[in-house]
């Protein structure tokens, strides 16, 4: 995968670098569109990204 | 992403200047018992007024001093726009940060509310239901900006 900082891809998918970070560390739960923006950016599908957990 | 219901990220300042300073102004008063009412007598409209032992009016031409409505309008005003307007950096999650921080604010006034309801009596209750005009905005906007502050500390301690 390409290296890209939090920063760029905060920008490029105009979300703040805070949302980035807490998605990284399982903090945050993206919105759908948020979700498929990132998968349209990483070009891989929304279940490559993101998956269940037991507690969900 | 599309936000409803916030004002542009230009008022927050606006909001904060207004706020502030408002709300000093009040805290001052209120613990200092000072009183508003023979200053900037005025002529308002009121839609009802009741002087005590006294018939209610309606819609009618009162005088009064109109200094405590002008500081409620402020920190009402001032509040609204420093909860309510854009962050710089909106996005959806500093909007859910927003809504919970509002969820938060309605418990933790209402249970002050219950609090001061049940140990509070004589006419400092009066002063209770004077806060409570505002109370909630202001637990709001601590709590919100708390939350945001957190938020940026646990990005930047990286």
């Known amino acids: ?56 | 992403m599309k936000t409803r219901f916030l004002f542009p990220a230009k008022f927050r300042i606006l909001g904060w200047l207004i706020f502030i300073p408002s709300l000093a102004a009040a805290a001052i008063l209120i613990f200092s018992d000072y009183n508003l009412d023979n200053y900037l007598q005025s002529s308002v409209f009121a839609i009802i007024n009741s002087d005590i032992l006294a018939k209610p009016q309606y819609l009618t031409v009162i005088k009064n001093g109109i200094g405590d409505e002008i500081l409620l309008v402020l920190i009402l005003i001032g509040g609204l726009l420093a909860g309510f307007s854009k962050l710089k950096n909106e996005d959806e999650l500093t909007s859910q940060i927003r809504y919970e921080s509002l969820v938060w604010a309605a418990y933790f006034n209402f249970a002050v509310m219950l609090v001061a309801t049940l140990f509070i009596y004589g006419l400092y209750f009066l002063n209770v239901m004077m806060l409570n005009m505002f109370s909630l905005l202001f637990f709001f906007i601590i709590r919100f900006y708390v939350m945001l502050y957190r938020l940026k500390k646990s990005v930047d301690e990286e």
């Open chain 1, 1 to 56: 995968m390409a290296e890209i900082s939090q920063a760029d891809l905060a920008e490029k998918i105009s979300v703040s670098r805070q949302t980035i970070n807490a998605m990284e560390k399982g903090k945050y739960i993206p919105s759908t569109l948020l979700a498929l923006k990132l998968a349209v950016f990483f070009k891989k599908r929304v279940e490559e990204i993101f998956e269940l957990e037991e507690i969900d």
